[in-house]
């Protein structure tokens, strides 16, 4: 099921991209709960749990990515009431590398923040820059 523009999960994930764009932590981090459960299934060893530790790796992120930007492609809800998004995440490496991902994150809301996600995001090859 495709959600409406007025949900409350458009509203959470525009915030979201928003703060995210504007390298805004503190706003990027009123949009999880505090004990918010990050799950990479396909690379555990990026799993965490915690809004602190949003905080440190976002934190990183701003200031080494100064150019890092956030595209939302797509937003759905699932039946289960998990929200689906699909992102590209783009920006320059303190190295000069091109940070180049595309994926979906499946969702859970509570009280209006994000609780939990599962991310399933990976680089992309040889992507011409627009």
């Keep these: 099921m495709v959600l409406d523009s ?12 928003d703060a995210w764009n504007a390298h805004d932590l503190e706003g990027y981090l009123a949009c999880f709960d505090p004990d918010y459960d990050s799950r990479w299934p396909i690379h555990p060893e990026r799993d965490f ?6 905080r440190e ?3 990183h992120n701003f200031e080494t990515m100064p150019d890092f930007r956030v ?9 289960s009431g998990e929200v689906w998004i699909e992102l ?12 180049d991902h595309q994926g979906v ?19 992309l090859d040889d992507v011409p820059q627009p």
Aim: charge should be positive.
């Design 71 to 79: 595209e939302l492609l797509g937003l759905a809800q699932a039946a």
């Design 57 to 59: 790796r976002w934190s």
């Design 105 to 123: 994150t499946i969702n859970r809301i509570t009280d209006g923040r994000i609780a939990a996600a599962r991310l399933y995001l990976e680089p």
């Design 49 to 54: 749990v915690g809004r602190e530790n949003t």
């Design 6 to 17: 007025s949900s409350d999960a458009v509203s959470l994930f525009q915030r979201l991209i």
């Design 88 to 99: 590209r995440w783009r920006g320059t490496r303190p190295d000069g590398s091109r940070f």
